[in-house]
């Protein structure tokens, strides 16, 4: 699924919508290739020139990033726990 399938709405979506995660997960093997492309010397698929530097290290941050939501609890079916003060009462 690409992004432009996905119906996301926001860093929330981003965070706890599982349902597109197949489109992040689309969009780190792309920043994958980007960026071996980039090792290789490899030409780019929209300019047909060699990938920049740039365009290199944007897709290093996208990997790296996407890459961390996608092994973020959220997507492991564990909600991030809150800072809950323990209750006094129930002191084991």
């Known amino acids: 699924m690409d992004y432009d399938l996905a119906d996301a709405a926001g860093a929330g979506d981003a965070f706890f919508n599982r349902e597109i995660a197949p489109a992040d997960r689309t969009l780190v093997n792309s920043a994958n290739k980007?960026?071996?492309?980039?090792?290789?010397?490899?030409l780019d698929n929209i300019k047909g020139k060699p990938v920049s530097p740039e365009t290199a290290s944007t897709a290093k941050v996208v990997r790296g990033f996407f890459g961390w939501i996608l092994s973020a609890p959220a997507l492991k079916g564990e909600l991030p726990k809150r800072n809950v003060k323990p209750d006094p009462h129930n002191i084991k």
Request: cysteine-free.
């Open 34 to 42: 980007v960026i071996q492309k980039s090792r290789e010397g490899a």
